[in-house]
C-alpha cells in the first residue's frame, strides 16, 4: 500500500529563503511524482509532474527532484516570497496503467515579508 | 470550459437529506476523478472514471455514495442520508486520460458541511 509523508507539516520563513520541503514514499513503484499547491478555500494547482525516468523538473523559481530508489522527493523553493505561502502537496499514483493519485497530508508554507 | 468548474461551491444541509455534487471537467478530458478532504486530512480519493465508465470506485466510504458521469462529459456525486462526517470538501479533478504522465486539473471544490 503506497503512503506518502511530507515534512516538515508547517514551515514559516522570512522572504528570500530557500526552501526545501520533503516528499517520502513508501512504494518505489510509484509512476510519477507530482507536487500541488494548494491555496486556502481554493482547489489544488499542478505545479511540477516528474516522470518515473526523470530525476528533476524545473519552473521559474521551483525545482522537484525525484529519487525512487530512496522513495523520495524534494521540492525546492528559490528567493521565497510572501506570494509563495500556501500548502504544498505531493503525490503519486500507484502503478497500474492510470492516475489514482495518492497524497501526502501538505506543508503549510508560510513566507512573512 | 477553461478549468475544471464545480457546483455548488457551498453546501450546507442537514443530516439525513441527500446532496449532489457537479463537476464539470476540461473539453476533452477523458478521465474524471472525485476526491475527499477532510478538515486537517489529507486527500481521499473517491472514485475515477474514463469516460462514462468507473473502473475504480474503491474509495466510496459507504453505499450511501454514488457517482455517474454522462456523455463522457459532466459527473455528479450523490450522497444520500448525509452523516456529519461526511462534511469535508469535496474535490473533482480532470485529465487528458486516466495515465500516470497526464498533469491533473482540479476544480476548486464543494464544500459540504452536515448540521
Known amino acids: 500500500k503506497q503512503e506518502v509523508t511530507q515534512i516538515p507539516a508547517a514551515l514559516s520563513v522570512p522572504e528570500g529563503e530557500n526552501l526545501v520541503l520533503n516528499c517520502s514514499f513508501t512504494d518505489s513503484a510509484i509512476y510519477n511524482l507530482q507536487w500541488f499547491r494548494q491555496d486556502p478555500g481554493k482547489g489544488l494547482t499542478s505545479l511540477l509532474l516528474?516522470?518515473?525516468?526523470?530525476r528533476e523538473q524545473t519552473s521559474g523559481r521551483l525545482n522537484a527532484s525525484l529519487d525512487k530508489s530512496s522513495g523520495r522527493s524534494t521540492l525546492y523553493i528559490a528567493a521565497s516570497q510572501p506570494g509563495d505561502s500556501a500548502t504544498y502537496l505531493c503525490a503519486g499514483p500507484k502503478s497500474g496503467g492510470y492516475n489514482k493519485l495518492i497524497f501526502g497530508a501538505g506543508t503549510r508554507l508560510a513566507v512573512h515579508p | 470550459g477553461a478549468g475544471v468548474s464545480q457546483s455548488p461551491s457551498n453546501k450546507v444541509t442537514e443530516k439525513g437529506k441527500d446532496v449532489e455534487l457537479r463537476c464539470d471537467p476540461i473539453s476533452g478530458h477523458t478521465a474524471l476523478y472525485w476526491y475527499r478532504q477532510s478538515l486537517g486530512q489529507g486527500l481521499e480519493f473517491l472514485i475515477y472514471f474514463q469516460g462514462n465508465s468507473a473502473p475504480d470506485k474503491s474509495g466510496l466510504p459507504s453505499d450511501r455514495f454514488s457517482a455517474e458521469r454522462t456523455g463522457g462529459s459532466v459527473s455528479t456525486l450523490t450522497i444520500q442520508r448525509t452523516q456529519q462526517e461526511d462534511s469535508a470538501v469535496y474535490l473533482c479533478?480532470?485529465?487528458?486520460?486516466?495515465?500516470?504522465?497526464?498533469?491533473?486539473?482540479f476544480g476548486a471544490g464543494s464544500r459540504l458541511t452536515v448540521l
Open positions: 516528474i516522470q518515473s525516468s526523470q
Open positions: 479533478a480532470s485529465s487528458f486520460h486516466g495515465g500516470g504522465a497526464n498533469v491533473l486539473t
